[in-house]
């Protein structure tokens, strides 16, 4: 009997003690996909590169792809931005018409200077075409601002060992007009459909071309590859279908054609 009440004392504290030692296992470091949610745009205002305090709001005129980095950072930062670089440099789509791009620092001691040396290197990164600074902001902030701003769109990042340098995710995020999140990216391997296909989803309620429609038909977002994948399955239903109506009229216009024909034919061989 004690042997069975020690047993059972011992289960209760396991199952007690599981969601701690889950909690505490969680990981720090990554980004909690809050697709559907807003931004609190209202509340939050950074310095531009400038120095100047602005509403983020104010750049919520159109989608945004946002990246949150710090411009100090020895590591992957760099890498995000140079491949949100290249790909707008490679999309037929124009930064600062149909959408804007939005760098943050999460580290509150950067300063603008740094933002806007960053915003330099980062504009002459992009080829094919020439950005206008608006096109492509680049924001420092308060630490309240910053962790509203992270804890909204879910990137969790903390300090390393040495108490300098962050570690963190890489993401491209975008988010409608209104600070609706869309789409999460993976910032470090990206492509021109990627980044055309996540602006169109965070361009709701916008008119769209024919073939930007065309488009969300045949490619479909994959979230946990953060990225948009052709739907073969579609387009060879859409290929088999318009082959059986061009083949149904083929042979419909044949047997109208042939009934003409007849039609034509019977007078003439009963005089």
């Known amino acids: 009997m004690r042997k069975v009440s020690f047993i059972v004392v011992l289960l209760m504290l396991v199952l007690v003690s599981a969601p701690a030692r889950a909690q505490e296992s969680a990981p720090q470091v990554g980004v909690d996909e809050r697709l559907g949610e807003f931004v609190p745009l209202e509340g939050l205002s950074f310095s531009d590169e400038d120095g100047r305090t602005i509403p983020l709001k104010t750049l919520f005129d159109r989608p945004v792809l946002l990246t949150l980095v710090y411009y100090r950072c020895p ?12 790909v707008v440099g490679l999309s037929d789509l124009e930064p600062g018409e149909d959408y804007r791009i939005v760098t943050i620092s999460f580290d ?5 200077s740094l933002a806007k040396f960053k915003q330099l290197n980062m504009l002459a990164e992009i080829e094919n ?8 902001r680049f924001l420092t902030g308060g630490a309240d601002n910053i962790r ?34 869309v789409r999460y990216l993976n910032g470090t391997r990206c492509n021109p459909a990627d980044l055309k296909m996540a602006v ?33 399955n579609r387009i060879i239903l859409g290929v088999t279908l ?8 083929f042979l419909l216009s044949g047997k109208l054609l042939r009934s003409a024909r007849a039609r034509v034919e019977v007078p003439g061989g009963a005089s």
């Open 108 to 112: 509150p001691e950067e300063t603008a």
């Open 200 to 232: 169109v989803d965070a361009s709701a309620g916008r008119a769209r071309s024919f073939m930007q429609r065309v488009e969300r038909l045949c490619y479909s977002y994959d979230p946990q590859g953060r990225a948009y994948v052709l739907k073969n």
């Open 242 to 249: 318009l082959f059986v109506l061009v083949f149904g009229a």
């Open 148 to 181: 509203r701003l992270t804890d909204a769109v879910g990137f969790r990042y903390i300090r390393d060992e040495n108490g300098v340098d962050f570690v963190h995710a890489a993401r491209m995020i975008f988010l409608s007009p209104e600070g609706k999140i």
């Open 75 to 86: 590591g992957i930062c760099t890498p995000l931005l140079q491949e949100t670089a290249r």
């Open 129 to 136: 075409r020439e950005v206008r600074p608006d096109a492509w």
